[in-house]
């Protein structure tokens, strides 16, 4: 526009064919990207893109070239990166943020409109989309004019405070996301109190004093993600699912994976299958089960459930099964839908991770963390670059961010086999397809009651893949929906009485096969799930006895207090 535009905006000239022509610049570009695929736009689809890119153009130069704005003035306050008022009052401001919005959905429209296979489909959808919010001129500190007038209102505080986040950020080598000063793990986030009663190089095994004057014989064993730390369960006492678990008088442990360094670059998933998940299992038992016939009740979160299930699966087959049942939360057994994770996955990347830490090595929880951010760029990346940087800003504090930022590790060899044995090749649903501890790995002999709940907003693990784990586990299972994603829709606590969840309806006995079949008839209650899985887990947790007075037993004893030394090593 500054080059082919008259000063005065006389008239679009030459600058409307200039714009006129991005897309079919993008288009090229798209193709370009997408390189050795059958990726192309059906030319009528195409032409009548341009033409309507280039029809809102015009009415947006029309508009522009009124003196006052008029009535025809862009509205942005739909997208809260230009909602601030600054953004309206200031003509060329308001003018760079719909120009940018207008050329953003023109960008989206090409991706949609590619004749490709879905995951490429999906692919150029994801490049798009990390470019177009990078692009956003509220991101440019010349071209937001809230932070311009923030920092004329500061006298330039507001750009020193910036430079000042800019460095620190730097220095540590991640965006800073919420005021970490405020939080320390074991002070105000994991406070549950407990004993760490057990360790090995994996993990370290966390009992939790009970609350209630009688707890069920039958104990409950908690099985995190080793992606993140287990403190996502425990964060503060109010929205703490461990501290739920104890209040309803269950004897519980949780397993607190070490955050891996460099000596521990050579473990593969057998590991944390026998001397992670079965090992934990066994301590449980032996200081808590006894009672009760041996059995255990578990518990399994994203991919903590798949680690929970192969190991489950491997002890049938041994016949040392002595879990009475499991709960899934936001697991995938069945990988035919990955959701957006799946952009990242394909043949060459996975062969990639194999050749360099299949063998062994770390894939840091930088680079992890990183990449699960990318999937939401404007919230978890964009956000706190203009907040931090362009406005000089301290983001408020919010415990779950601050486990966020608290990344982990993972050994190489268990990252590059588990990318290709379930997210490329889909093999852990398929009875024998794959060796797990030595043993041919089938989740479908597992006829335990299981609880399976799943996120209906989840872009991790898409609500229908989690209902997938009904038609592959044999025994009773119990499918409840929350409502929102991954985390928020788990950490949903009972006491604030928020969103709502889906069941079976009354009186059904057979899940049916297709999930969409299984919401159409679902019946919606308000309020936290936790209150439904509590119902569910009294049944399966045996008779009420006494409380141990005592953590462990003589085989075990307490080594420290919760939450221990492994959680709080960080990346």
């Known amino acids: 526009m500054d080059r082919e535009a008259s000063p005065s905006f006389a008239g679009p000239g030459s600058a409307s064919i200039a714009w006129a022509e991005m897309p079919q610049r993008w288009s090229a570009l798209l193709g370009e990207a997408a390189k050795g695929t059958s990726v192309q736009i059906e030319p009528e689809r195409l032409r009548k893109l341009q033409q309507r890119y280039l029809d809102e153009f015009r009415q947006l130069w029309a508009s522009l070239l009124q003196s006052d ?20 009052e200031n003509r060329v401001s308001r003018y760079t943020a719909a120009l940018y919005l207008l050329g953003a959905r023109a960008l989206f429209d090409l991706a949609d409109s590619v004749q490709a296979d879905e995951p490429t489909r999906q692919r150029l ?158 301590v449980v038992r032996d200081v808590a089960a006894g009672k009760s016939g041996g059995s255990i009740n578990t518990l399994g979160f994203c991919v903590g459930g798949t680690l929970l299930a192969n190991a489950l699966a491997v002890q049938q087959t041994r016949g040392e099964s002595f879990a009475h049942s499991a709960t899934l939360l936001t697991t995938m057994l069945d990988f035919s839908d990955t959701g957006v994770l799946g952009v990242y996955i394909d043949e060459a990347s996975v062969a990639m991770r194999e050749a360099t830490l299949g063998q062994g090595g770390l894939m840091t929880g930088r680079e992890l963390a990183s990449a699960f951010s990318s999937l939401r760029p404007n919230d978890l990346v964009w956000n706190y670059v203009v907040g931090n940087y362009l406005k000089g800003e301290t983001p408020p504090p919010f415990d779950l961010l601050y486990w966020n930022s608290d990344s ?154 919760a939450p221990g030394r492994y959680v709080k090593v960080r990346s």
């Open 69 to 88: 704005g008029g009535q025809e003035a862009p509205k942005l306050d739909a997208d809260r990166r230009f909602s601030h008022g600054a953004w309206g």
């Open 125 to 282: 959808r994801f490049a798009v989309q990390q470019w177009v919010d990078a692009a956003a001129p509220s991101n440019f500190l010349a071209l937001n004019p809230e932070a311009l007038a923030k920092a004329v209102q500061t006298n330039g505080e507001s750009l020193r405070a910036g430079m000042d986040n800019w460095l620190r950020d730097l220095k540590q080598g991640r965006l800073t996301q919420t005021d970490e000063s405020v939080f320390e793990v074991g002070r105000n986030v994991a406070t549950t109190e407990g004993q760490v009663i057990f360790e090995n190089a994996l993990f370290q095994l966390i009992e939790y004093a009970p609350l209630t004057p009688t707890v069920h014989a039958r104990p409950l064993l908690i099985v995190p993600p080793f992606i993140n730390k287990y403190y996502i369960l425990d964060l503060q006492p109010d929205n703490s699912l461990v501290r739920f678990a104890v209040e309803q008088g269950h004897r519980t442990f949780v397993v607190s994976w070490r955050n891996p360094d460099a000596s521990m670059g050579h473990l593969t998933w057998d590991d944390y299958v026998q001397d992670g998940a079965i090992q934990a299992m066994t």
């Open 408 to 561: 982990t590790n993972l050994p190489g060899p268990l990252f590059a086999w588990y990318l290709r044995n379930t997210y490329l090749e889909n093999k852990m649903r398929q009875p024998g397809a794959l060796t797990v501890a030595g043993l041919p790995l089938n989740l479908q002999a597992l006829k335990l009651p299981t609880y399976v709940y799943a996120s209906r907003e989840d872009h991790i693990v898409p609500w229908q893949t989690a209902y997938e784990t009904t038609r592959i586990l044999s025994g009773p299972t119990r499918f409840v929906l929350g409502a929102s994603g991954h985390i928020a829709g788990v950490i949903n606590p009972a006491k604030r009485n928020k969103r709502s969840f889906w069941t079976s309806p009354s009186g059904q006995r057979k899940l049916p096969p297709k999930a969409q079949d299984w919401l159409d008839a679902a019946s919606e209650h308000p309020g936290s799930w936790w209150t439904d899985w509590a119902q569910w887990l009294d049944s399966q947790a045996g008779p009420q006895i006494a409380a141990p007075k005592k953590p462990g037993n003589a085989r075990h004893k307490p080594i420290e207090p």
